[in-house]
């Protein structure tokens, strides 16, 4: 992607994203959403994108330890006592980033319903869309959760079309403003599905997965985990969105202290790019200026 000379309007946005593994019938789950508040109000980021807080009381739970300074973004509807897609999106109140419009977009495509031992399709899973707006910038928001694969049964013919979908969606948010998707895509950066990934949107977790031997899953066998959890930007944009800082927020097996899956923490760097017709109009002047 070509890279032109930032101009005005920086903006900074730290941002968590991280599935809570919050499988209804695991017993530690309450303790460990305590932890996972805790460590989120240690943190302070200016978004959290939340992923499988399936149950409404566990919603309800990090929302009243979190309320002090995070206002949750209003969910899709009910199914009780299951959450639909089972995400959770928060804004901190005191940084000026304020949620002026959201949605939710459910997935056209999911497992069957009736596999219950999966979850997946009986958690309607699908994309919250939330447009940030913070002074001289606004920001689209995404965050998701696609489905998972299984030994049985990958499901690339469900996931693929939920990634297409995914990209879909953002050709219909104005394109003046940055798109930051972060969640658990249950693709691995070795999968086709994940080059297909890479031509509509940038990787922002590269560098920390290239310091290798890292993943944010960690299989309950054992096994070496996956990387499978991302935070991207939109390609095209006129946006650069840099990286200043990724970061794991780690457990030290599944579950303990927090999740099967790791945290990212990201401090992004927003700036406008200079259009390109302008740099060649301003260039195109200077060479013909008197006295040049």
């Not at 805790?38 to 919603?59: G, T």
């Not at 901190?92 to 596999?115: L, S």
């Not at 394109?175 to 086709?192: F, H, K, Q, Y």
């Not at 949107?201 to 993943?215: A, F, M, N």
Request: charged share 25%; hydrophobic share 40%.
């Amino acid at each position: 992607m070509t890279r032109c000379v930032a101009i005005a309007m920086p903006a900074a946005l730290s941002l968590v994203s991280w599935n809570l593994h919050g499988i209804p019938f695991l017993s530690t789950r309450r303790e460990r959403l305590r932890r996972v508040a805790a460590r989120v109000l240690d943190a302070e980021p200016d978004v959290v994108l939340f992923q499988e807080v399936w149950l409404h009381r566990d919603a309800a739970q990090l929302m009243q330890a979190l309320a002090a300074l995070y206002e949750p973004v209003p969910g899709p509807g009910s199914l009780r006592p299951m959450r639909m897609s089972g995400l959770l999106s928060l804004i901190r109140r005191d940084q000026g980033w304020a949620v002026r419009r959201w949605r939710f977009h459910g997935f056209t495509h999911n497992a069957p319903r009736w596999k219950i031992w999966e979850g997946d399709g009986l958690g309607r899973k699908g994309v919250q869309e939330i447009f940030l707006e913070g002074g001289d910038m606004n920001v689209h928001l995404l965050n998701t959760h696609l489905q998972a694969s299984y030994p049985w049964n990958g499901y690339e013919a469900i996931r693929r079309p939920q990634l297409v979908q995914l990209c879909e969606l953002t050709k219909h948010l104005d394109s003046r403003w940055p798109v930051i998707a972060g969640g658990d895509l249950n693709t691995r950066p070795s999968e086709s599905l994940y080059d297909e990934l890479l031509a509509h949107w940038c990787d922002l977790t590269i560098g920390k997965r290239e310091q290798g031997g890292l993943v944010t899953h960690l299989h309950r066998n054992g096994g070496e985990g996956d990387w499978i959890d991302y935070i991207l930007a939109r390609r095209h944009d006129p946006w650069d969105v840099q990286v200043e800082d990724m970061s794991l927020i780690e457990n030290t097996q599944p579950d303990v202290p927090y999740s099967d899956h790791q945290g990212l923490h990201a401090q992004l760097r927003l700036a406008r790019r200079e259009p390109p017709a302008v740099a060649s109009s301003s260039r195109a002047e200077s060479l013909s200026s008197p006295g040049r």
